[in-house]
């Protein structure tokens, strides 16, 4: 008997320092993380600004999409992660939030910010996919600036769309939005935010690996060094963009699906802690999609880093620029 009150008071004492350990996580480190996201958001946008608006980058259309794309970054961390930071730790609430009014509108921008943004990265893969085309193929005209306007419009407009569930399948209710049809507003989520996207990334990239080989196979021996290097930086800088957003966006997706699966199973204290410090703790990674871009340039493209140097030596007072 003694022995099995003693088991139990163990067990007790690890599930309790279990739950103290996971608290004491998120209060002083998972609780903080919109902050360093939005700081290091800003960094990367005031960098990107920098470089893409150079005249050496400015009329290069995958540059227009990256910046469009850096420009939807900060809104999203300033009006999605920067309200978190504020609830959180000093209970301050956006006043829209709470609105009824203003409730279904606020629910749709929260889910069209982040999908824009991933949009706007997928529209720049498939302007470097069109840039390798041949010069016969009717795609490459997808590459000219002038085709920029139009096909940001139409990126605009797919989010838009892909947003609605925001409007449509949400009430408002006294206490706030209230989703009305849970099981499809999670399946759109999961196959609109999660699936397409990455997959739509993956296939414009492999097409552009073809592309960029048989390209190198017509070009035979002639400046093979200098093609094969330029290459080799463009396929990586693809390959780094897509692999990093879909190692964010899947944990968020697995927490996601395994929080609204297992919403009415019975769980203990223990378990309802892991499960709220994981899921927040993926949460906000989600939204190191919205500053990741910058840093995953100045480590991946030598044509950035030059650039964006050089801007940085224009700033300088002319003194500065000599030295």
């Excluded at 008997?1 to 008071?9: A, I």
């Excluded at 290069?60 to 469009?68: E, G, R, W």
């Excluded at 947003?163 to 507003?185: A, K, M, Q």
């Excluded at 200098?226 to 697995?254: C, E, G, N």
Aim: with cysteine; net charge positive; aromatic share 14%.
């Amino acid at each position: 008997m003694s022995m099995n009150v003693s088991t139990t008071n163990i067990t007790s004492t690890q599930v309790s320092n279990t739950i103290v350990i996971l608290n004491l996580l998120m209060n002083q480190f998972v609780n903080y993380l919109p902050l360093i996201f939005i700081i290091l958001g800003f960094i990367g946008f005031i960098g990107n600004a920098l470089t893409f608006l150079q005249f050496e980058l400015r009329s290069n259309t995958c540059c227009i999409y990256s910046l469009c794309g850096s420009i939807v970054d900060i809104i999203s961390l300033f009006y999605n992660v920067l309200p978190l930071y504020l609830n959180t730790i000093y209970k301050i609430y956006i006043p829209w939030i709470n609105m009824s009014s203003l409730c279904k509108f606020h629910i749709f921008i929260v889910v069209f910010l982040p999908h824009l943004s991933i949009n706007f990265l997928l529209m720049s893969i498939i302007d470097r996919y069109a840039s390798t085309c041949k010069l016969t193929s009717s795609i490459r005209h997808l590459s000219k600036i002038k085709m920029v306007p139009y096909l940001s419009g139409i990126t605009v407009i797919f989010s838009c769309l892909a947003s609605l569930r925001g409007i449509i399948l949400y009430e408002n209710t006294s206490s706030g939005c209230i989703v009305t049809y849970p099981l499809l507003n999670n399946i759109l989520y999961i196959v609109l935010n999660c699936v397409m996207q990455p997959v739509a990334m993956l296939i414009f990239v492999v097409l552009t690996f073809q592309n960029v080989q048989q390209s190198r196979q017509r070009a035979g021996g002639t400046n093979t060094t200098y093609l094969h290097h330029s290459r080799k930086q463009f396929i990586t800088m693809i390959f780094t963009q897509v692999i990093v957003t879909a190692s964010i966006l899947l944990p968020w997706a697995i927490m996601y699906m395994y929080n609204n699966i297992s919403a009415n199973i019975t769980k203990t204290s223990e378990q309802q802690t892991i499960i709220n410090f994981v899921y927040w703790l993926t949460n906000y990674w989600f939204y190191l999609n919205n500053v990741k871009s910058f840093y995953l340039s100045i480590l991946t493209s030598r044509l950035f880093r030059q650039t964006f140097l050089k801007a940085l030596i224009r700033l300088l007072p002319h003194d500065c620029k000599y030295q």
